[in-house]
């Protein structure tokens, strides 16, 4: 059965209430439904859609949110970005979470508290872990994710609700879409090369419409990565947007550019003449 994010957030919803109160129980059964999820390209597919909706809905303002953020379901399911070589400093969390390798890899250090020297961190273990693999964390455990790889990598996490503090959090579609031209944050872009990354080693290509909005949202490297993995898959859609981007440069890239075209054009001359992005 192909799974879809909503489904997804279904399943984890009831493994939180069914188990609630046991922090164990939770973390493994939410660890088993993100493991079985991970391994369906449908799902893979299902997030990439999901992400690139919340980015297209916030524009300028997107900073990451939660994919699902719920205070009665006690839990909230997020994606992160790793830029080779980018890792995040030891902490701790004070709930259980669960986290899996949505694209390329992550490296894991674990560390426990030192009793004898109350806050202390010390190392337990260190493992790198691929796509799909899966692990989870018990309070007062604490870690450190790392991309010690060449690659772009991304993460899935769902955190279980900590205490209740001042505010309401909202899940994004319910926010309202920026008006005029749309513009895209900084975040938005590293989040887009991860998609295009994600999308690109597709074999049947079901996922044309998804390329198109990551190119309509990404600045001029993002469209040239996106006509980059295109071209393997239909090269005349690689050449219809190769020639959109040529129009939004200037000066020697857009001379660079066109010598590319034009060697695309020759050697495949019957490219078709569908609309698939605005300029």
């Excluded at 129980?25 to 909706?53: K, N």
């Excluded at 959090?169 to 975040?187: C, D, H, I, L, T």
């Excluded at 295009?196 to 490297?221: H, I, Q, S, W």
């Excluded at 006509?227 to 393997?232: K, L, P």
Aim: hydrophobic share 40%.
């Amino acid at each position: 059965m192909m799974l879809n994010f909503d489904r997804y957030t279904q399943l984890t919803a009831t493994a939180v209430s069914t188990n609630r109160g046991n922090d164990r129980r939770s973390a493994l059964h939410v660890r088993s439904l993100m493991t079985a999820a991970l391994a369906q390209e449908s799902f893979r597919v299902a997030c990439v859609d999901r992400i690139l909706s919340s980015i297209e809905n916030l524009g300028i303002r997107w900073r990451n949110p939660p994919l699902y953020d719920s205070i009665q379901d006690g839990f909230s399911i997020r994606v992160f970005y790793w830029p080779a070589g980018h890792h995040v400093e030891p902490h701790v969390h004070n709930a259980w979470t669960v986290t899996g390798v949505l694209h390329n890899e992550i490296t894991v250090e674990t560390f426990g508290v030192t009793a004898a020297e109350r806050g202390a961190l010390e190392p337990v273990g260190k493992f790198a872990a691929q796509a799909g693999k899966t692990g989870y964390l018990l309070p007062p455990c604490a870690h450190r994710l790392t991309n010690e790889s060449q690659a772009d990598s991304a993460t899935l996490h769902v955190f279980a609700a900590e205490p209740p503090h001042e505010g309401t959090r909202v899940e994004f579609e319910r926010r309202q879409a920026p008006a005029g031209p749309v513009k895209y944050s900084y975040a938005a872009q590293r989040a887009l090369r991860v998609l295009c990354a994600m999308l690109a080693p597709l074999k049947d290509f079901p996922v044309a419409t998804l390329f198109e909005r990551v190119y309509r949202a990404g600045d001029a490297a993002v469209k040239l990565q996106v006509v980059r993995a295109v071209v393997r898959h239909d090269i005349d859609m690689a050449c219809q947007l190769s020639r959109q981007l040529e129009t939004q440069l200037a000066g020697r890239d857009r001379e660079a550019l066109a010598r590319i075209n034009d060697a695309l054009l020759s050697a495949r001359p019957s490219v078709g003449t569908r609309p698939l992005c605005s300029a």
